[in-house]
T-cell receptor, first 110, second 114 residues
Framework: SQQGEEDPQALSIQEGENATMNCSYKTSINNLQWYRQNSGRGLVHLILIRSNEREKHSGRLRVTLDTSKKSSSLLITASRAADTASYFCATLKGAQKLVFGQGTRLTINP | DTEVTQTPKHLVMGMTNKKSLKCEQHMGHRAMYWYKQKAKKPPELMFVYSYEKLSINESVPSRFSPECPNSSLLNLHLHALQPEDSALYLC?????????????FGPGTRLTVL
């Protein structure tokens, strides 16, 4: 089974609103990563948060990590149409195997 | 250059054909990956190469044969595929560093097996 599970599976909001996606995982981690995938294309790395970090920011992105609850959240503030994409969390299993969550499909309506 | 390139973008092949997917990066990364992604699903790891040697094979059927000719190139040779192998095939690369596995992905090859 996938290491990371995300909710919601799909999210539709109005442009300018904030979008929050959640990820839960099962085993201990060194870091957790978030990726974006535009329809049918490659993934783009957004942010990496280490297990000793609780929060990290990058532009309009804010990621939190709660290792006690084995969960992470991705917040996108002031959403734009270009943010429409699928978002995946990913954790490392072993040294090199990146395991992705099921993903959240985000739609930003103009 | 922070780009991973993949060719071809689209590929249609019959079950008796032999074809190859190609991936290239010039970021000096010594780890390269093949993933398979079905529609509305997350990518699933197939193979990992570290320093041009196969380090992970996720029990992939032998009709998929990876090859890493040098540190910049990664190929995936396809033979006798099944229609259920139709998917988006993604290549990625990264540094080989413990605790830092940020991966850079190519745009993928959309494969259709008839």
């Amino acid at each position: 089974s996938q290491q990371g599970e995300e909710d919601p599976q799909a999210l539709s909001i109005q442009e300018g609103e904030n979008a929050t996606m959640n990820c839960s995982y099962k085993t201990s981690i060194n870091n957790l990563q978030w990726y974006r995938q535009n329809s049918g294309r490659g993934l783009v790395h957004l942010i990496l948060i280490r297990s000793n970090e609780r929060e990290k920011h990058s532009g309009r992105l804010r990621v939190t990590l709660d290792t006690s609850k084995k969960s992470s959240s991705l917040l996108i503030t002031a959403s734009r149409a270009a943010d429409t994409a699928s978002y995946f969390c990913a954790t490392l299993k072993g040294a090199q195997k990146l395991v992705f969550g099921q993903g959240t499909r985000l739609t930003i309506n103009p | 250059d922070t780009e991973v390139t993949q060719t071809p973008k689209h590929l249609v092949m019959g079950m008796t054909n032999k074809k190859s997917l190609k991936c290239e990066q010039h970021m000096g990364h010594r780890a390269m990956y093949w993933y398979k992604q079905k529609a509305k699903k997350p990518p699933e790891l197939m193979f990992v190469y570290s320093y041009e040697k196969l380090s992970i094979n996720e029990s992939v059927p032998s009709r998929f044969s990876p090859e890493c000719p040098n540190s910049s190139l990664l190929n995936l040779h396809l033979h006798a595929l099944q229609p259920e192998d139709s998917a988006l095939y993604l290549c990625a690369s990264s540094q080989v560093l413990a605790g830092n596995n940020e991966q850079f992905f190519g745009p993928g090859t959309r494969l259709t097996v008839l």
